[in-house]
């Protein structure tokens, strides 16, 4: 029976840790901030910002609010990401996307500061990744896995990591943050050649596919540490990974549920970069 890698436990760890240096930097007359740019109402917005709100209302992190209609003009909403980059009080920004079709997206993602970018969104945020800089931060998700390697002491120097999906979002970053930890790292993805021979091969298998399921017990071998990013509503209507739990968890060593995994931190990351953000302010 493999080991649950649970994320509630590095979640809570986290928080401990993001909580004392909101304290500490309060008492420097600084109140991190995290300013949400939301436009309409999509119920999983919706559902990401109570979280997140009620995430920083425990830590000590306080809340600005940019609600924007649906069919808010390019203008009015470049209006506002003007506005949180100037204002020196909100420290991190969160912008809910895929952006209504009428909005150019990648104008309004590139309008915005890397500095107060706390989702890893913009391309200065994905430089500092690749070069391994402090600019920006890196996404939250693929740090979400670093934490939970990290805090289940498992030491990725020397080891063979396997990476399935290659978004700017979770595959290329984790690479790159697996690197960054001395793994060697292989990328699979969908031209991948009998990718099941690639992944049998790795110490440690994150999985970022965004397919229910398609990671089943003939990709994974005895003594793996799996990583299962995906979130996924199968038939059932159950919340699912990418990878097959049944089939892989009694071969492997340990593996993320979800959920109750990756997902469970990603939040907490999210929290403690607003944080390391007025912390930055302060140098």
């Given amino acids: 029976m493999a080991k649950q890698l649970l994320g509630k436990e590095v979640a809570a760890a986290l928080n401990e840790k993001i909580k004392a240096q909101a304290e500490a930097l309060k008492a420097k007359g600084v109140v991190p901030t995290l300013g949400i740019v939301r436009v309409g109402e999509r119920p999983d917005d919706l559902s990401y910002e109570r979280g997140a709100t009620k995430r920083c209302d425990t830590l000590g992190v306080a809340v600005e609010k940019f609600v924007l209609p649906a069919d808010?003009?390019?203008e009015e909403l470049m209006k506002v990401i003007d506005k949180v980059n100037e204002d020196?009080?909100?420290h991190g920004v969160l912008i809910f996307r895929p952006l209504p079709s009428h909005l150019d997206e990648k104008a309004v993602i590139r309008a915005l500061k890397p500095e107060k970018d706390v989702d890893g969104i913009t391309d200065g945020s994905m430089v500092g990744v690749f070069a391994g800089t402090d600019q920006g931060f890196p996404p939250c998700t693929p740090q979400a896995c670093m934490e939970i390697l990290d805090h289940y002491g498992i030491d990725c120097t020397g080891k063979k990591a396997v990476v399935v999906g290659r978004s700017l979002v979770v595959g290329k970053p984790a690479a790159m943050m697996l690197i960054k930890k001395n793994a060697t790292v292989t990328v699979c993805h969908t031209r991948t050649k009998d990718m099941p021979s690639v992944t049998r091969e790795a110490d440690i298998l994150?999985?970022?596919?965004g397919?229910?399921?398609?990671?089943?017990g003939s990709y994974v071998a005895p003594g793996q540490v799996v990583i299962d990013v995906g979130i996924n509503v199968n038939e059932e209507g159950k919340l699912c990974g990418d990878v097959k739990y049944d089939e892989a968890e009694p071969v492997v060593e340990a593996i993320t549920p979800v959920p109750g995994?990756?997902?469970a931190v990603t939040t907490s990351v999210l929290v403690g970069h607003v944080v390391e953000a007025a912390a930055r302010t302060l140098k």
């Fill in 261 to 263: 995994g990756v997902g």
């Fill in 88 to 90: 020196s009080s909100i």
């Fill in 72 to 74: 808010v003009s390019q």
């Fill in 211 to 216: 397919r229910a399921g398609v990671v089943d």
């Fill in 206 to 209: 994150i999985v970022a596919a």
